[in-house]
């Protein structure tokens, strides 16, 4: 983690030429580097948050699976591996679908939701997961309001909240076409 290294992009997304080791606290300003979370959607509409380990930043709160980007990976790439990563889930990039993207300090936050069918089995990662559940969307907007979730997502889920609730009952819709 700490020797992860990041494609630099200007505040539209497009890559500046350079890389910033994530270690290396002089991040320079006026540029970013893409972090992607995945919502992913299993079978009966439920939702997968993840409760982050206790010694990671916001330890012990609720999120969407997310990481960085790595140098040479598209936003998508990365939200797919961080997902499997975390919590052992595989999903294509082709079954990510974008729900917006927000400027943050340093970070262009994307966020994707995925429908999946049934009820996958999970492996979290222990280093980065110590704790995961499946709860109806609604849930996950309590959890937001009621701050036990990981600090940034009040605001991610204030502004995408409801474009993503649109996108997760959309999925229920394409799962019973009749």
Do not use: N
């Amino acid at each position: 983690m700490e020797g992860e290294l990041w494609d630099l992009v200007d505040a539209a997304g497009t890559p500046v030429g350079l890389t910033h080791l994530r270690a290396d606290p002089a991040f320079p300003a006026g540029l970013f580097h893409v972090v992607a979370s995945v919502c992913v959607v299993r079978g009966d509409g439920r939702v997968l948050m993840t409760r982050r380990a206790a010694a990671k930043d916001w330890g012990l709160t609720w999120e969407f699976p997310a990481g960085s980007a790595l140098a040479g990976e598209t936003s998508a790439e990365a939200a797919a591996r961080e997902l499997h990563e975390e919590t052992g889930v595989r999903v294509e990039v082709e079954q990510l679908e974008l729900v917006g993207r927000l400027t943050e300090r340093i970070a262009l936050f994307d966020v994707y939701v995925t429908h999946v069918p049934g009820d996958p089995a999970l492996a979290p990662d222990p280093e980065e997961v110590c704790e995961s559940a499946w709860v109806p969307f609604a849930e996950a907007l309590r959890r937001a309001d009621a701050g036990v979730m990981a600090g940034p997502w009040a605001p991610r889920l204030a502004q995408l909240g409801a474009r993503l609730g649109e996108l997760v009952d959309t999925g229920d819709s394409r799962r019973d076409p009749g």
